[in-house]
């Protein structure tokens, strides 16, 4: 098992990714990101590594910059996984998402991300939002 400083160091990682500032610098996201990094959007869009740091630093600044996160959940898979969970609320468009770290020779990498979009009453919705 991990340390809790694992699972912190994580944890704050996850969030810098919610923010705008370091959504927008592509060399911080390729530092937190994986080389094999997938995403699945919340709007059900499969998101390659380079697609998403484009994607990322294309963000406009005002551009629903505040990402909120609640619920963060960390579960320790193994000695260099760790699967976060939480909903993240951006302008009101909130999503579950989860998201795999793998720890890596330069550190703990985002693997994978999902995100599924949620109704009023924290249910799946059929409705987009951006990843």
Do not use: K, N
């Not at 996201?29 to 998101?47: K, N, P, T």
């Not at 998402?97 to 009023?120: E, P």
């Amino acid at each position: 098992m991990r340390s809790v400083d694992d699972t912190e160091l994580v944890m704050r990682s996850e969030r810098a990714l919610l923010s705008s500032v370091t959504r927008r610098d592509a060399r911080e996201v390729d530092r937190l990101i994986d080389e094999d990094f997938e995403e699945i959007g919340a709007s059900g869009r499969l998101w390659s590594r380079s697609e998403m740091i484009h994607a990322l630093a294309a963000e406009r600044p005002g551009d629903d910059d505040m990402i909120r996160d609640t619920e963060m959940r960390a579960c320790v898979l193994g000695p260099d996984l760790i699967l976060l969970t939480y909903v993240s609320d951006r302008d009101g468009r909130r999503a579950r998402r989860s998201s795999l770290w793998r720890r890596t020779a330069t550190g703990w990498r985002l693997r994978h991300h999902q995100g599924t979009v949620l109704d009023g009453d924290g249910g799946a919705s059929g409705a987009a939002i951006r990843p």
